[in-house]
């Protein structure tokens, strides 16, 4: 888990994740699931329903939904 963590977090190749490299990852994550919420709220009233159309873009992204 940690060399995962650290090739997708280190930013500046130092071998090291420092809190503002860690802090970029979430903020870009955090981006993305928002980006994912929005094209799923079918009613843009940020409310998700039982009856959401999942299509083929939202598996492409390599999210699993359970």
Known sequence: M????????????DGRVGYDDFRKYMDDKELELYRIFQAIDVEHNLVLHDYIPVDDNVFNLGYEIA
């Open 2 to 13: 940690e060399h995962v963590l650290l090739r997708v977090c280190d930013r500046d190749r």
